[in-house]
């Protein structure tokens, strides 16, 4: 009787045995390099061509991102300063701020030539992300929640993973970021700095109803006629101190923010 299967046939199991090697190395790195900070690109911190650095401009001299960042609240992209924005203080001949720095001398070079600083992009979204900047800062979503403490930093790094999932945390519960929009450039803002009677002062400015602000405190059912009621109820709901969950309660009912969830929020 003759072989029931052909000769190549022999050597199939090796060859499933290479192809499952092959693949099981292949998913190893595939996790080792997307599931690590390496992907997400936590801690990335490159030398700039200039040692610009943030912990002097917005920590000691307490600058504005705005100042530099000047489209972050009107565009959905933040922009890079221009040569102009560096010159403004660091230019204007011999009357400049240490104008005759080393450590500025490309400032002066790219001022006389009209080229453009090659700064190095920190944070970049893929390009299949729709991201807006302006949508986040116009709605209490400060800079320090997606760049860290930028004032504490000699050089910029990344410092949140910016990742899908990180994402959606804080479309699913963005009261744990929400603060009122004064200060929203605010790096070293806590809610627990905020005077409780000028927070609930300002929504009754709003015309926010007290009766709204009360259920949001105590839940349905709860009452309050004034200020002064709000506030005894607060204190009695969260304790003397006001906390990260009363603000962003208030600002995501009253606000009316409902962030998505679904893939085309993002994939557009």
Request: glycine share 8%; hydrophobic share 35%.
């Amino acid at each position: 009787m003759g072989n029931f299967f052909p000769r190549w046939s022999n050597w199939l199991p090796l060859k499933l045995a290479i192809a499952v090697v092959f693949i099981a190395f292949g998913v190893s790195v595939g996790v080792a390099y997307y599931f690590t900070p390496k992907y997400t690109r936590v801690g990335y911190e490159p030398t700039q061509p200039v040692p610009f650095s943030h912990q002097i401009h917005a920590g000691q001299l307490a600058l504005d991102c705005r100042y530099c960042h000047s489209f972050a609240e009107n565009s959905g992209h933040s922009n890079v300063p221009t040569n102009q924005t560096c010159f403004n203080c660091h230019g204007q001949g011999k009357g400049g701020i240490r104008a005759a720095s080393p450590k500025l001398e490309l400032v002066q070079k790219a001022n006389e030539s009209g080229q453009s600083i090659p700064w190095v992009k920190v944070h970049k979204a893929p390009d299949y992300v729709y991201f807006n900047h302006s949508a986040h800062l116009n709605r209490g979503i400060s800079c320090v929640s997606c760049h860290g403490k930028i004032n504490e930093m000699e050089v910029v790094r990344h410092d949140q993973p910016q990742s899908m999932g990180w994402c959606l945390d804080c479309h699913r519960e963005p009261e744990k970021n929400l603060r009122p929009l004064e200060f929203v450039t605010n790096l070293n803002y806590k809610a627990g700095d905020l005077k409780r009677a000028d927070f609930y002062q300002g929504l009754l400015d709003k015309k926010v109803a007290a009766k709204d602000i009360a259920n949001v405190i105590g839940g349905e059912g709860a009452k309050a006629d004034d200020l002064g009621q709000l506030i005894a109820l607060a204190e009695k709901t969260y304790g003397k101190e006001v906390t990260q969950t009363e603000v962003g309660t208030q600002l995501k009912k009253h606000w009316q923010i409902q962030p998505p969830e679904s893939c085309t929020a993002c994939h557009r």
